[in-house]
């Protein structure tokens, strides 16, 4: 029977019952050979991959029909210009055409060299009698590069997904640890800037990566594997194959390509990768590993198979005050005793690991929150904490690589040849997880201060830490209007504590328009004379005078206003509502010679957030019955959310320095348990 390769309505009942078939073809990586007629052609075939071969131009003149036949366990199937595809088995003749390809698939791996067959035999008007042959020898073997594309941890064999990256908890694609950490103690820079693998504890920070072929325990010589990556990649990552009991650094650096013999039988190849660089503006956070079958050729090889895997570079992510506590840090200087006393009161109290920066490493720098932010980066086989260590490098600037940088502790840094006060990271903070508008933050919107927008000659967060933090993608940056402020952070009039409803917190924000309402009932109340600023060293002020001192009130309505720009900003950005947010009672004054905002007395919302319990700067104001109004109404707006309140005495030691307990003080705590591969992009 001889069969027609067009759309005949005759043809249309057998298409239709093929029609599977045919679709999965098209999930095939496909390659296009080229035979002649007469001799043999022997084939590499990769499990997987569809060859494609034209059997009408090489087709002997005079030909007009053909057939096929094939050995068990290699599927053909003949297509013409109307993508007709139909299983070669069921005619025994066809219609040759221009156009017509065979398509041919195996499922199976040779157990020898070529000893799967395809024979296309070519007739002409004497259909009983044959004009000639295309025959095909096939070797079929298994080739897959295999990552973690699920991302459970393990190295799963030939994943669908391997060669792309997707976002959210259905998604897939490898995930890269950036090497950040330092397990060797014999050299002061990361685990990254190694060309080599100087200790075998340096493997569990690396993405681990199989190569693995199967195939007959003979075959045919020359052929080469080929791993290799873009120019574009090679500053991001290294790779290692582990041979043994030794790591040979094959790509990478100035390292593109890597060339190995092709090995018979079953084996597997194992490879450690590690990133050498977190995503940034200029740096894409994904990596593209291929993989290629080179055939030998009489100059030099062709590739006959190629396929690749994508990874991920982990990011840097911050953690917000609701996540726990783990380890609090604080400068020793020699005019803080008293702070240091009390501070540590607090820190045992939230039973939290306590570590003291001494003079001799701090170098008479007590703002060690300015200095570092403590964060993190993960993958599914590990995680471990990071340190941005900001630009600003005044008397702590070596305490992030002497005293942090470590075996499972990284460090990164970016560097500016200009900064201001503003490049300090008491002007980085991130918010806890929040929804806006039906869109998930599950780890959070980091937080910057920044110029009023339509300022032109405003200081501003360093672009390239800003463009780092913008790369990392988890925790969309928020900007808010700092620069009213003489030193400018975000901490001097925000912050968040942990509570039991609504949203898991609230947002602390200062507000003058508090303090003048309380300090005007106590007025009324007749305590006009109660003096603030009692036993420290700032000469008392009166009830009576703060309400009636005319700069101090337009300072302060200055400020009210800058803060509710920034209220609003913040009410968008994190979906808040006003029940979300309690305001404080501070006041500011502006500096004379700067015109910027400083804080008049001690500003409660600069406080260390441990767990329950709140380090706050104590205010120092008026006693009324023995006791702080300032510190009452604190207490009875934080204490009913099960929070603890704990006031410590950093009036001379920081708050006359233009700080208070949160830009001395700073916390390493736990990661999130939600994967950041899963936010939604």
């Not at 694609?173 to 820079?189: F, I, Y």
Request: net charge negative.
């Amino acid at each position: 029977m001889i069969i027609p390769l067009r759309r005949q309505a005759p043809f249309e009942k057998q298409l239709s019952t093929l029609k599977e078939s045919a679709v999965n073809f098209t999930m095939f990586k496909q390659r296009t050979v080229r035979v002649e007629i007469g001799k043999p052609t022997q084939l590499m075939y990769v499990l997987g991959t569809e060859l494609n071969i034209d059997i009408y131009k090489p087709a002997p003149l005079g030909s007009q029909t053909f057939d096929v036949r094939s050995s068990p366990g290699v599927k053909c199937s003949i297509s013409d210009l109307h993508n007709v595809t139909v299983a070669a088995e069921n005619a025994t003749r066809w219609t040759l055409n221009n156009g017509t390809l065979l398509v041919i698939t195996m499922e199976k791996i040779s157990n020898s060299v070529n000893d799967s067959k395809i024979t296309v035999t070519f007739y002409g008007d004497k259909i009983d009698k044959p004009i000639d042959k295309i025959i095909l020898q096939l070797t079929a073997v298994y080739i897959s590069l295999d990552v973690d594309a699920d991302r459970d941890g393990k190295v799963e064999r030939n994943n669908p997904n391997k060669g792309s990256w997707a976002w959210g908890p259905k998604g897939h694609g490898a995930v890269l640890l950036v090497n950040c950490d330092k397990d060797r103690p014999d050299v002061a820079e990361s685990d990254r800037s190694d060309s080599e693998v100087p200790v075998f504890e340096d493997l569990k920070d690396m993405s681990r990566m199989i190569l693995r072929t199967e195939g007959p325990n003979s075959l045919p010589p020359g052929y080469k594997l080929q791993l290799y990556i873009s120019a574009s990649d090679k500053g991001k990552v290294h790779i290692f194959r582990h041979d043994l009991t030794k790591m040979t650094n094959v790509l990478g650096g100035t390292k593109l390509s890597a060339v190995m013999d092709y090995t018979k039988g079953n084996n597997e190849c194992n490879f450690f990768i590690e990133g050498l660089t977190f995503p940034d503006k200029d740096n894409s956070n994904l990596v593209t590993v291929n993989l290629s079958l080179l055939e030998p050729m009489i100059v030099q090889y062709a590739p006959i198979f190629t396929e690749h895997v994508v990874f991920c570079l982990a990011p840097w992510i911050m953690t917000p005050n609701t996540l726990a506590p783990e380890e609090v840090f604080v400068c020793s200087i020699t005019d803080n005793i008293k702070f240091m006393k009390e501070f540590t009161a607090v820190v045992e109290k939230a039973k939290c690991k306590l570590s003291v920066c001494t003079e001799k490493m701090n170098r008479g720098d007590r703002w060690i929150q300015d200095e570092i932010e403590f964060g993190y980066t993960a993958a599914p086989h590990k995680s471990f904490p990071v340190v941005l260590d900001s630009p600003r490098n005044r008397g702590l600037s070596e305490f992030p690589y002497k005293r942090l940088l470590g075996p499972d502790f990284g460090h990164v840094t970016r560097t500016s040849d200009v900064i201001s006060s503003l490049d300090s990271f008491g002007n980085l903070e991130v918010s806890p997880p929040v929804t806006v508008n039906g869109k998930e933050y599950p780890m959070g919107r980091i937080i910057i201060g920044s110029a009023f927008p339509t300022t032109s000659d405003g200081r501003n967060m360093a672009k390239v830490v800003r463009d780092f933090l913008y790369a990392q993608k988890v925790q969309t940056p928020i900007e808010l209007f700092s620069d009213w402020l003489s030193v400018g952070h975000v901490d001097e009039f925000l912050t968040f504590v942990p509570a039991p409803d609504r949203k898991g917190f609230r947002l602390l924000l200062v507000s003058p328009d508090a303090c003048f309402k309380l300090f005007m009932k106590l007025q009324q109340k007749g305590f006009g004379e109660a003096q603030m600023f009692e036993n420290v060293s700032k000469k008392p002020v009166k009830i009576d005078e703060i309400l009636t001192n005319q700069k101090l009130l337009k300072d302060n309505a200055y400020v009210q206003r800058c803060i509710d720009w920034n209220r609003g900003v913040l009410k968008k950005e994190l979906g808040l509502d006003e029940e979300d947010i309690i305001d404080i009672p501070v006041l500011f004054e502006l500096n004379e010679r700067y015109h910027a905002a400083e804080a008049f007395f001690p500003d409660m919302v600069n406080m260390i957030v441990l767990g329950k319990y709140l380090g706050i700067p104590k205010p120092f104001g008026p006693l009324i019955n023995g006791k702080c109004p300032l510190e009452s109404a604190v207490c009875s707006v934080l204490e009913p959310l099960g929070l603890d309140c704990n006031f410590i005495d950093d009036f001379s030691s920081y708050h006359l320095l233009s700080g208070e307990v949160h830009c001395g003080s700073n916390v390493r705590r736990k990661p999130f348990a939600f994967p950041w591969w899963n936010v939604e992009m």
